[in-house]
Nanobody, 114 residues
Framework: VQLQASGGGLAQSGGSLRLSCAAS????????VEWYRQAPGKQRDLVAS???????TYTDSVKGRFTISRDNAKNTVYLQMNSLKPEDTAVYYCKAGTLRSDYWGQGTQVTVSS
């Protein structure tokens, strides 16, 4: 499984960005896709997840602002980020989980200016 994350950039506080995580390869075994983020000097934290049944979860700090979704036809998972705050600044990573392994995409930088 290969993951390609994209969509990061610079946004103003209150603005929006949409991240994409495109999967390729042996994707039939993927049962969950997650978005993580890592701010400088901090650990990598789970932000949102979506299962192959469409069940979603969010960390408390992004509930009501971020939405995770997927387009099966495009093998892509999205993270729509609205009402961005400076504390959302981080490198965002997507991860795909199968029964046997986890696969990480490269990070995409999100910077929110106040």
């Amino acid at each position: 499984v290969q993951l390609q994350a994209s969509g990061g950039g610079l946004a103003q506080s209150g603005g929006s960005l949409r991240l994409s995580c495109a999967a390729s390869g042996r994707i039939f075994g993927i049962n969950v896709v997650e978005w993580y983020r890592q701010a400088p000097g901090k650990q990598r934290d789970l932000v949102a997840s979506i299962t192959n049944f469409g069940l979603t979860t969010y960390t408390d700090s992004v509930k009501g602002r971020f939405t995770i979704s997927r387009d099966n036809a495009k093998n892509t998972v999205y993270l729509q980020m609205n009402s961005l705050k400076p504390e959302d600044t981080a490198v965002y990573y997507c991860k795909a989980g199968t029964l046997r392994s986890d696969y990480w995409g490269q990070g995409t930088q999100v910077t929110v200016s106040s």
